[in-house]
């Protein structure tokens, strides 16, 4: 049996095995944190040097087909993922800059076409100044739904209710969405109230709500407030 001094000794070294545990375990953390945050920014780069090699690849079947709508909207849009920024999911000024000669050389060959048309209009960030573009386009090919949420994103904009609501008849007429999909806004929409906004981020958040809304009436009080479509002055201030 250990007399009262081996006990002192043995409850002095418990809170230092104790202390040296907690270290080791803090240290053990702050490693597998670093370890994760190198793997992710190593996942980054490869998604983006992966793009930038996409690009290239489409870059030469423009230059094989230079009259090829399907190469001309392959290479846009395999150059936009190359140009937005991994951290950021910004454009920078020198790649926009690309992206802008892009879409001149673009004019060169296919001027008037579907694909150059509505490559403009998402160049331009969706902006509602270059809405005749995005006509344009829709003119070209009225059964393609690639410009179907862009007319209904218009129509949220610019306050014009009735034509996100014809697209959004079209969008869902054109099966885009799964019933997953739907599923999961019909839920969200459901669990909010009737007044006040729900704030969106992304098109799959976004355009199945609308769809909710427009055709199946679900929660239709609700304001759905994509957040990309913020940086329209007139339509922040509509919100706000």
Same mark, same amino acid.
């Given at each position: 049996?250990?007399? $009262?001094?081996?006990?002192?000794?043995?409850?002095?070294?418990?809170?230092?095995?104790?202390?040296?545990?907690?270290?080791?375990?803090?240290?053990?953390?702050q490693t597998e944190t670093k370890s994760a945050a190198s793997y992710e920014a190593k996942?980054?780069?490869?998604?983006?040097?992966?793009?930038?090699?996409?690009?290239?690849?489409?870059?030469?079947?423009?230059?094989?087909?230079?009259?090829?709508?399907?190469?001309? #909207?392959?290479?846009?849009?395999? =150059?936009?993922?190359?140009?937005?920024?991994?951290?950021?999911?910004?454009?920078?000024?020198?790649?926009?800059?690309?992206?802008?000669?892009?879409?001149?050389?673009?004019?060169? /060959?296919?001027?008037?076409?579907?694909?150059?048309?509505? =490559?403009?209009?998402?160049?331009?960030?969706? $902006?509602?100044? !270059? !809405?005749?573009?995005?006509?344009a386009a829709y003119k070209q090919q009225p059964n393609n739904p690639a410009t179907y949420?862009? !007319?209904?994103?218009?129509? #949220?904009?610019?306050?014009?209710?009735?034509?996100?609501?014809? !697209?959004? #008849?079209?969008?869902?007429?054109?099966?885009?969405?799964?019933?997953?999909?739907?599923? /999961?806004?019909?839920?969200?929409? #459901?669990?909010?109230?009737?007044?006040?906004?729900?704030?969106?981020?992304?098109?799959?958040?976004?355009?199945?709500?609308?769809?909710?809304?427009?055709?199946?009436?679900? $929660?239709?009080?609700?304001?759905?407030?994509?957040?990309?479509?913020?940086?329209?002055?007139?339509?922040?201030?509509?919100?706000?």
């Amino acid at each position: 049996m250990p007399d $009262n001094h081996e006990i002192q000794r043995m409850n002095l070294k418990i809170p230092v095995i104790l202390l040296l545990m907690l270290t080791g375990m803090s240290s053990l953390g702050q490693t597998e944190t670093k370890s994760a945050a190198s793997y992710e920014a190593k996942e980054k780069d490869a998604l983006n040097n992966e793009a930038a090699k996409l690009s290239k690849i489409s870059f030469g079947q423009v230059v094989e087909s230079p009259l090829s709508e399907e190469a001309w #909207q392959n290479h846009y849009d395999l =150059s936009v993922g190359a140009a937005v920024s991994a951290d950021s999911k910004q454009i920078s000024a020198g790649e926009q800059e690309t992206l802008d000669e892009i879409l001149r050389t673009m004019e060169q /060959y296919i001027p008037g076409s579907f694909t150059y048309h509505y =490559s403009t209009y998402v160049n331009e960030k969706h $902006n509602p100044e !270059f !809405f005749e573009s995005l006509d344009a386009a829709y003119k070209q090919q009225p059964n393609n739904p690639a410009t179907y949420d862009d !007319f209904m994103a218009y129509g #949220q904009i610019t306050n014009d209710m009735d034509l996100r609501k014809e !697209f959004s #008849q079209k969008l869902e007429a054109a099966n885009h969405y799964t019933e997953a999909q739907m599923d /999961y806004s019909f839920n969200v929409l #459901q669990s909010c109230g009737t007044e006040g906004f729900l704030l969106t981020n992304g098109n799959e958040d976004t355009y199945p709500a609308f769809i909710e809304q427009d055709v199946r009436n679900t $929660n239709n009080t609700l304001q759905v407030v994509n957040l990309d479509h913020l940086v329209d002055e007139n339509y922040a201030k509509q919100v706000y």
